[in-house]
T-cell receptor, first 116, second 116 residues
Framework: AQSVTQPDIHITVSEGASLELRCNYSYGATPYLFWYVQSPGQGLQLLLKYFSGDTLVQGIKGFEAEFKRSQSSFNLRKPSVHWSDAAEYFCAVAPYSGAGSYQLTFGKGTKLSVIP | SQTIHQWPATLVQPVGSPLSLECTVE??????LYWYRQAAGRGLQLLFY??????ISSEVPQNLSASRPQDRQFILSSKKLLLSDSGFYLC???????????????FGAGSRLTVL
């Protein structure tokens, strides 16, 4: 079974600073990888996804993530953080499958705080 | 475009009372539907998923149940709530088999349940 580890429970950065959120996964084959963001009391919004091809993926809100197969990682980055980026971020992995039904395995999340 | 609605947004119920959370999806047909629970500091836990009307798969044994009476309606229920049922419940949908968005989950805004 697949698993996802987000090593950092809470990260605090200053507004304008760069950001990198770490995600490591365990899966025996090529996975589908996702990053979601959750504002307090809200649902999850998809930031970006990796299915295949270019290992550097661009997402919404200026985020990007890089898939590194050798490191089993899919770290999320942003060059300059805005105060509105304060939220909780979840990495997720799904089995590579053509089936319509599948299950995402989520990491436990990283809470991002932004200092003005 | 597709939208997902979830209600009620907030619910406070006494122990032993029944529960009904409802989720509907608009703008698509034959979606896969999911119920997740999010407890503080524990990430997201998949409770149920459904690939079609009347087809429910349960991931975690518990006193909750799910039903799918219509193609785009998914209901989470309990006959008698426990304190441990408190949490944030998220409904989600994805495309069905062969659908272009089969591997991307879109979440509702969530329902906050407090059991007293």
């Amino acid at each position: 079974a697949q698993s996802v580890t987000q090593p950092d429970i809470h990260i605090t950065v200053s507004e304008g600073a760069s950001l990198e959120l770490r995600c490591n996964y365990s899966y025996g084959a090529t996975p589908y990888l996702f990053w979601y963001v959750q504002s307090p009391g809200q649902g999850l919004q998809l930031l970006l996804k990796y299915f295949s091809g270019d290992t550097l993926v661009q997402g919404i809100k200026g985020f990007e993530a890089e898939f590194k197969r050798s490191q089993s990682s899919f770290n999320l980055r942003k060059p300059s953080v805005h105060w509105s980026d304060a939220a909780e971020y979840f990495c997720a992995v799904a089995p590579y499958s053509g089936a319509g039904s599948y299950q995402l395995t989520f990491g436990k999340g990283t809470k991002l705080s932004v200092i003005p | 475009s597709q939208t997902i609605h979830q209600w009620p947004a907030t619910l406070v119920q006494p122990v032993g009372s029944p529960l009904s959370l409802e989720c509907t999806v608009e703008g698509t047909s034959n979606p896969n539907l999911y119920w997740y629970r999010q407890a503080a500091g524990r990430g997201l836990q998949l409770l149920f998923y459904s690939v079609g009307i009347g087809q429910i798969s349960s991931e975690v044994p518990q006193n909750l149940s799910a039903s799918r009476p219509q193609d785009r309606q998914f209901i989470l229920s309990s006959k008698k709530l426990l304190l441990s049922d408190s949490g944030f419940y998220l409904c989600a949908w994805s495309g069905g088999r062969g659908h272009r968005g089969a591997n991307v989950l879109t979440f509702g805004a969530g329902s906050r349940l407090t059991v007293l």
